[in-house]
């Protein structure tokens, strides 16, 4: 069954540098998405992504938070300038189609990858 | 805005216990409500989902049912197993246009046989 994949699983950085997550969604999924989970908090929103610009970004998602689907595989999340408060758990996510479609309402999320920033 | 309140954890059971996980939501109009699951490991899976009032949503024995009038959508099983300790999390959609899913903090759940 396709799944969608995240890469590192596990990501540790100094406060400031650049990180750029990895996420390769399923193949023909046109719905993507990043979430994050600080630790005991909840699961949060960040952005999503249709048709190669973004459809949605919480207040989260700030300047310093870029999103790219550089080669129609990969999806990507940049965090140009990490910070402590940037530690968490992201995860990637997505869907075939719109909500109102049969059967392509439901988000496919992956394993996450965990940030820790020093 | 948008948010859910989940029972908080860690929940443990003993085998063939009967769950309940609490889930209640606040949300405009008539949002879908969804149950995730996460084992050790892996991504955020779909457990079952319901899309309006009353309708009742069941996968591998589990059950919730969206409440209306108590904005509430409550994880149940008759008889839990060990392989069902993981993260659960309640979610919702609103329905008004965007797509984004909004979460409960998860609920840790551990059978012990």
């Known amino acids: 069954e396709p799944e969608v994949t995240q890469t590192p699983s596990h990501q540790v950085t100094q406060m400031g540098q650049e990180v750029i997550l990895r996420c390769v969604p399923i193949?023909?999924?046109?719905?993507f998405y990043w979430y994050r989970q600080i630790l005991g908090q909840k699961v949060e929103f960040l952005v999503s992504?249709?048709?190669?610009?973004?459809?949605?970004k919480s207040e989260i998602f700030d300047d310093q938070f870029s999103v790219e689907r550089p080669d129609g595989s990969n999806f990507t999340l940049k965090i140009r300038s990490t910070k402590l408060e940037d530690s968490a758990m992201y995860f990637c996510?997505?869907?075939?189609?719109?909500?109102?479609?049969?059967?392509?309402?439901?988000?496919?999320f992956g394993p996450g990858t965990r940030l820790t920033v020093l | 805005g948008d948010s859910v309140t989940q029972m908080e954890g860690p929940v443990t059971l003993s085998e063939e216990a009967f769950l309940t996980i609490n889930c209640t939501y606040t949300?405009?109009?008539?949002?879908?409500l969804f149950w995730y699951v996460q084992y050790p490991g892996e991504g955020l899976q779909l457990l079952l989902k319901?899309?309006?009032?009353?309708d009742k949503g069941s996968n591998k024995g589990f059950e919730a049912t969206y409440r209306k009038e108590t904005t509430s959508f409550h994880l149940e099983k008759g008889s839990v197993q060990v392989s069902d300790s993981a993260v659960y999390f309640c979610?919702?959609?609103?329905?008004?246009?965007?797509?984004?899913?909004?979460f409960g903090t998860g609920t840790r759940l551990t059978i012990i046989p």
């Open positions: 992504f249709y048709n190669n610009e973004i459809s949605e």
């Open positions: 193949s023909n999924h046109l719905y």
């Open positions: 949300a405009t109009g008539y949002p879908s």
């Open positions: 319901a899309t309006k009032a009353d």
């Open positions: 996510a997505s869907k075939p189609g719109l909500a109102g479609e049969r059967g392509t309402d439901t988000q496919y």
């Open positions: 979610a919702l959609r609103n329905n008004f246009g965007n797509e984004k899913l909004t």
